[in-house]
T-cell receptor
Framework: KQEVTQIPAALSVPEGENLVLNCSFT??????LQWFRQDPGKGLTSLLL?????REQTSGRLNASLDKSSGRSTLYIAASQPGDSATYLC???????????FGAGTTVTVRA | AAGVIQSPRHLIKEKRETATLKCYPI?????VYWYQQGPGQDPQFLIS???????DKGSIPDRFSAQQFSDYHSELNMSSLELGDSALYFC???????????????FGSGTQLSVL
């Protein structure tokens, strides 16, 4: 069974600092990996999707890297803003499968 | 752009009652997924449908059932509700075309179920 771990569980930084969120997974036979943002009591917003053949994806201030062989992905958020405060979840899809397996998330607080 | 629509947004039920949650996927998406997210927990996969047929089953209790209809909307039926069923229930949709450039799962805003 795929286990997805996110470290740290919570992170608090001052505005302007860069954020580094880590995700690891036990089964490296993944098809793709997605990073999501979730605000309290709200739905999941997809941020970035990385195919297993890719090493990184970028969108604005967000950059996600993938090292499939070591079972790791990192989400970088540059120049953090208070509006970035949320829980960030990573989720993977295994080869031959379609459903997502989620990590527990990293809750980020950006202090103004 | 159209998103995944879930209804109702909030639902309050008593123990042992039944509840029905509805999900309308993004047009032309052929797969629907249901997830349950307890307080402070990560989303747990319940069940999925591909082209109106059940395609995968996760940790869904026997008290729950789901189906996908001819118009591709899906309903999650929950009976004999228990306090522990209180959670945020998400529906997501995607396309299984593995040649598609965008295979993201798109999530609805969820239904917050409270069992009293």
């Amino acid at each position: 069974k795929q286990e997805v771990t996110q470290i740290p569980a919570a992170l608090s930084v001052p505005e302007g600092e860069n954020l580094v969120l880590n995700c690891s997974f036990t089964d490296s036979a993944i098809y793709n990996l997605q990073w999501f943002r979730q605000d309290p009591g709200k739905g999941l917003t997809s941020l970035l999707l990385i195919q297993s053949s890719q090493r990184e994806q970028t969108s604005g201030r967000l950059n996600a890297s993938l090292d499939k062989s070591s079972g790791r992905s990192t989400l970088y958020i540059a120049a953090s803003q208070p509006g970035d405060s949320a829980t960030y979840l990573c989720a993977v899809v295994l080869e031959g499968d379609y459903k997502l397996s989620f990590g527990a998330g990293t809750t980020v607080t950006v202090r103004a | 752009a159209a998103g995944v629509i879930q209804s109702p947004r909030h639902l309050i039920k008593e123990k042992r009652e039944t509840a029905t949650l509805k999900c309308y996927p993004i047009p032309r998406h052929d797969t629907v997924y249901w997830y349950q997210q307890g307080p402070g927990q990560d989303p747990q996969f319940l069940i999925s449908f591909y082209e109106k047929m059940q395609s995968d089953k996760g940790s869904i209790p026997d008290r729950f059932s789901a189906q996908q209809f001819s118009d591709y909307h899906s309903e999650l039926n929950m009976s004999s509700l228990e306090l522990g069923d209180s959670a945020l229930y998400f529906c997501a949709s995607s396309s299984r075309d593995r040649g598609a450039t965008n295979e993201k799962l798109f999530f609805g805003s969820g239904t917050q179920l409270s069992v009293l």
